[in-house]
């Protein structure tokens, strides 16, 4: 894990840079055009050993990376109990990233970085699971059959072809949207604190990860504290 410096052509013109840019894995973005920004490279999905030493020196944390590695970060905050005090900002490597998307982070890779680096923080809803994981983009369950909970509204009784989670922007915390049918139906979608399954063994998919082994019963809920995330304007 090798720290580096960038003392290049600036982003924009009186750029305050705070804080330390995560870059995880080979894809991520590199950041030589912005002048004076610490960086680290660390790998994909970065654990303790890498993310651990960077909290007790940083209260602002730019990742670079997947919506998994920014996951992998955001779950060393919980467990280190950070959440309150690092704020976290994201330049997605993917034009797919269910968490810019969600939060309406910007899709040019020099703006992401802009505001990553000098935006305001705009708390929005953690979510965990209940085998110590969190999720910051989309969750999802397919080809599932069993019995469902949005708090204590039934959201699913029988098969459903997906289920798909994600923090909700404006409401209590989850926004789930149940899918019957495999053509042309429209999603049931519920919004909650707590979306609890327990169905047919199946493997859930958080962050496009897959769930290391199949499960009978599943739950996602909002966490206490939000997730500091940067996406005012920069």
Request: aromatic content about 4%; charged content about 25%.
């Amino acid at each position: 894990m090798a720290l580096t410096k960038c003392r290049c052509m600036t982003v924009t013109e009186d750029l305050r840079v705070r804080g330390i840019v995560v870059a995880c894995g080979d894809d991520a973005a590199g950041f030589e055009e912005v002048d004076d920004v610490e960086s680290v490279r660390v790998p994909s999905r970065p654990g303790k050993a890498e993310i651990d030493p960077l909290l007790g020196e940083h209260d602002h944390l730019v990742v670079s990376g997947t919506d998994a590695d920014l996951a992998a970060v955001v779950l060393r905050l919980l467990r280190k109990d950070a959440l309150s005090g690092v704020s976290v900002g994201y330049v997605p490597s993917s034009p797919d990233s269910s968490v810019a998307a969600l939060w309406g982070l910007p899709k040019s890779p020099l703006q992401a970085v802009a505001l990553a680096l000098r935006g305001e923080v705009d708390p929005v809803p953690l979510i965990r699971d209940d085998v110590g994981g969190v999720l910051v983009g989309r969750g999802e369950l397919r080809l599932v059959r069993g019995v469902a909970y949005a708090d204590e509204q039934v959201a699913l009784r029988g098969p459903a072809s997906t289920i798909e989670v994600t923090p909700d922007p404006g409401g209590p915390g989850l926004a789930i949207r149940v899918v019957k049918g495999t053509l042309f139906k429209r999603p049931t979608t519920f919004y909650s604190r707590a979306f609890q399954i327990g169905c047919l063994p199946t493997r859930p998919v958080s962050d496009d990860v897959v769930h290391e082994r199949s499960v009978g019963k599943w739950t996602w809920y909002r966490h206490t504290q939000d997730l500091r995330l940067v996406r005012g304007p920069a």
